[in-house]
Every structure is written in C-alpha cells, then in structure tokens.
C-alpha cells in the first residue's frame, strides 16, 4: 500500500548489538537450552526429542514455574537442570555447547542469547517464529523447524550431532554473519540516527 511504502521508505532499522569477541568453530558436547521456564518455551518439545538419544548430553539453563513438570519429563534422561544464571555467565555454558536449542511455541521476538551463541560460534536450532528467522537462515546458520514438531527438532540435533562438517560450516557462517551486530558497527549507526533527528529536530516538521 501507498502509505506503508512511505512508512518504510522513513523507517531505518538499526540491530542490537552485542560484544563479539573471537569465538570457535569447535563443537561442545551438549544441547543447550537458555531461557525461562514456562509451557509455551517449548522445552516439554525438546526434553522429548533428546530422550533416547545417546549422542549427546542437555542442559538447561533458567528457571520457572514449569521446573517440576519439567524435570519429571526429563526423568531417567541424560538431562542437567542448571537453573537461573547470571546474564553475564550465560557465555560459561554457550562456549562449550554443541547447538542452542529454542523451541518456543509462541513468538518470542529476537532473542539476545541467539546472538550470544552465534558469536561463540554455537549453531541455533530453532522454531521459525516472530523475528528468528530474520536471523537464523535454515541451513547457514542454523537449523529451523516448526514449533511443537518433535521429530523435526530431534532429526536436527542428530544432524548437527553427527555430521562435523555441516556443524562447522554453520559454525563458521554464524562467526562471519555476527559481525555485522558487534558494537563498534552497531554504535556508528546509532550516533548517526541521532544526530539526523537533531538535524530535523531544529529544521522543523517536513
């Protein structure tokens, strides 16, 4: 439509940043899980596809009012309850984590902690929901699949689990593609939107 043109034609979107560092192409030895606790995260969806996998080992990081339920899912399961982290330690766990999983049923926007992995090199499987697929690219830089489908997100991990080479091709895309949110390329483009709209601001309305 006309008007959402011009709307666009006006609109600069500018992306989070985050402190990237040099991260590894290295595969850890487990699935990883960061987020709150609650029924429509979907980790009732993961706990059920990592169950009789002898690949590899999940820990889930964060806390909430679905633990229990939870933790008896994961029962007899090769599964570590870590419960709630300081933000600042999340990078403990991603460093050796073999993928990010986020298996959110509902839209969850664009979760920090994808950042967080992609600049460790971690790959991300997750559903595609709200604004993840605007940064997670099935097969480049991660795995996507749709939310509530159990036997995808488990063909996923064992894909990522098994094949090394696909694990460090996306390892390695991820390291290339978050460099465009790391800070020192972030920040210009901020300063620059401020100073257009005090530039605007003292010329009045257009």
């Not at 960061?34 to 996998?53: C, F, P, S, T």
């Not at 029962?75 to 870590?82: C, L, Q």
């Not at 600042?88 to 050796?96: G, T």
């Not at 600049?119 to 939310?147: E, K, N």
């Amino acid at each position: 439509e006309p008007f959402m043109e011009m709307l666009s034609a006006k609109i600069k979107v500018v992306p989070n940043g985050i402190a990237v560092s040099p991260g590894s192409s290295k595969a850890g030895d487990y699935v990883l899980y960061v987020g709150r606790l609650i029924e429509n995260k979907g980790v009732a969806d993961l706990l059920h596809a990592v169950r009789g996998q002898a690949l590899v080992r999940t820990v889930v990081v964060g806390d909430g009012p679905d633990r229990v339920r939870l933790e008896g899912i994961a029962k007899g399961a090769d599964v570590e309850f870590v419960g709630m982290v300081e933000p600042e330690d999340v990078a403990f766990y991603l460093k050796d984590a073999l993928v990010l999983v986020l298996p959110s049923r509902l839209g969850d926007g664009l979760p920090n902690v994808i950042l967080e992995a992609m600049a460790h090199g971690v790959p991300v499987i997750a559903t595609r929901s709200a604004g993840i697929p605007d940064i997670v690219c099935d097969g480049r830089t991660g795995l996507l699949f749709d939310p509530g489908d159990v036997d995808a997100l488990r063909s996923a991990i064992e894909r990522l689990a098994a094949d090394s080479g696909l694990h460090s091709a996306i390892s390695q895309n991820t390291l290339q593609f978050i460099k465009q949110f790391a800070w020192p390329t972030v920040v210009p483009q901020v300063e620059a939107m401020l100073q257009f709209a005090r530039t605007r601001g003292k010329a009045g309305p257009a």
